[in-house]
């Protein structure tokens, strides 16, 4: 008998049966599926860090500051924390004193909109700037499928810009931008990860970061810079600035995420929208206030519980997150240069010609280009039969076809894990390889 079935995912929003929607849980799923599979797939932070017991200390270490720094009574204490609050955030003044230290941006805590993640974030961003039909967003190839998913939600078309090595071709940002124009199109922003981009793991220099900026002034365009891997370079040279800190004229919108410098429980992000808006009736403020009233009708507002845990331990640290993330920094330095080598050591070029990878210089991400295609039955093969999860390059590119590249990730796992993974890799390319060659393909290069 036939299941009854009162409406069809046609009669809902067209995101439900959007592709870029589907990913993360599709991922999360084969990973569920095959919980014995080594995963070289997960981006999430790793977790032998994670410490209950340093909630509360975070908690107290708030506390104490509402009290001894802002001199709140135990009554107004009680309201800030536990009662609905600010819309735009009750650690905004804490995240201002972030950027300052650690990035060296000079913040206006009032244009700080503390978000529930970045994705939230991105998502008041996309909602705002698009207007109408004739709105598109530019965001560099391959990118953030959250980033997607968010424009979808606000039925914003995603049109792709080339990466190139230099993290962004800028001759193709200019040529995207003017023939979006030609067809009567408005492009409102650029999406852009200038430090060790997921999944491309591709950093810019900052000569690049400079004629990024002025690009993006010539064809008056915005720029969305999205950072939650910045913290994390392998070596011990000087980051460099973000684009943000680079920006003179508030052309950049900067999103900011706690998930991989604190942790992603806590759900807390920021966008720093200090962009000017004039008003009807003449008047100017922030961008991030109109963010606000989006988010107020999204949110409403942050948990407040969760901000006080992030503040703490921003404060504990005098606010910067490099110096709270030696350890972690370290691990993943640690991880990705046992990922690189251990890939030099199990597919030489002499033996495997066709494969090759990035070799970033910090973050999570590794990016691994192979002779054959790689689909989502590929990985749910691989998890199957060889017990090792990836992320197949596809989920990244808007367009649905099948990339020659797969995503790994050094986040979540040991050493230990990362052999047996490429283990298990090596054997599944070894034998995809063979099956070209045995059906008679020349060695694919
Ligand atoms: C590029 C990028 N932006 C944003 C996010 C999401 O951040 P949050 O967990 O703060 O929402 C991620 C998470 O993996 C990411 O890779």
């Not at 640690?334 to 973050?363: K, Q």
Request: proline fraction near 7%; include cysteine.
């Amino acid at each position: 008998m036939e299941t009854p079935v009162d409406l069809t995912v046609g009669d809902l929003h067209a995101s439900v049966d959007d592709p870029a929607l589907n990913s993360m849980n599709f991922l999360n799923e084969v990973a569920q599926h095959y919980p014995d599979a080594v995963s070289l797939a997960a981006g999430r932070p790793y977790e032998e860090y994670f410490d209950v017991a340093a909630l509360h200390r975070w908690l107290d270490r708030f506390h104490r500051h509402l009290v001894e720094d802002q001199g709140l009574g135990p009554e107004q204490v009680r309201r800030t924390l536990l009662q609905y609050g600010r819309t735009k955030g009750i650690v905004h003044h804490l995240v201002a004193r972030n950027l300052a230290v650690d990035e060296g941006i000079t913040a206006d805590p009032e244009a700080v909109v503390v978000t529930v993640g970045c994705q939230e974030g991105m998502f008041l961003v996309l909602r705002a700037l698009r207007t109408g039909p004739r709105d598109v967003l530019l965001a560099v190839a391959p990118t953030y499928v959250g980033l997607t998913g968010a424009a979808r939600l606000v039925d914003l078309p995603v049109r792709p810009v080339a990466g190139g090595p230099a993290g962004v071709d800028l001759a193709d940002l200019a040529e995207q931008v003017r023939r979006a124009r030609a067809e009567g199109l408005r492009p409102r922003a650029c999406y852009v990860m200038p430090d060790f981009a997921n999944p491309s793991g591709i950093s810019m220099d900052t000569a690049h970061r400079r004629r990024l900026l002025e690009s993006a002034a010539e064809a008056e365009l915005l720029l969305v810079e999205d950072n939650p891997y910045g913290l994390f370079p392998v070596g011990d040279a000087d980051r460099p600035p973000t684009l943000k800190a680079l920006d003179t004229e508030r052309r950049v919108v900067y999103l900011g995420s706690f998930a991989k410098s604190v942790l992603p429980g806590a759900r807390v992000g920021y966008v720093l929208a200090d962009q000017r808006v004039a008003a009807p009736d003449g008047s100017v403020g922030l961008l991030a206030d109109q963010l606000a009233k989006i988010k107020s009708m999204v949110t409403v507002n942050t948990s407040p519980i969760a901000q006080a845990v992030i503040g703490g331990r921003l404060l504990e640290h005098g606010c910067s997150l490099a110096g709270a993330n030696t350890r972690e920094r370290a691990a993943y330095a640690r991880n990705l240069r046992h990922l690189l080598d251990g890939l030099a050591r199990r597919f030489p070029p002499d033996r495997f010609p066709g494969v090759s990878w990035t070799a970033p210089a910090g973050g999570f991400f590794v990016v691994v280009t192979v002779p054959f295609g790689v689909d989502d039955a590929l990985l749910h093969r691989s998890a199957q039969e060889y017990g090792v999860l990836w992320t197949p390059m596809a989920h990244f590119y808007d367009d649905g076809a099948v990339v020659n590249a797969l995503r790994l990730s050094i986040s979540a796992v040991t050493p230990a894990q990362i052999d047996l993974g490429l283990d298990r890799l090596a054997k599944l390319v070894a034998d995809e390889v063979a099956a070209l060659v045995g059906g008679g393909a020349d060695w694919p290069r």
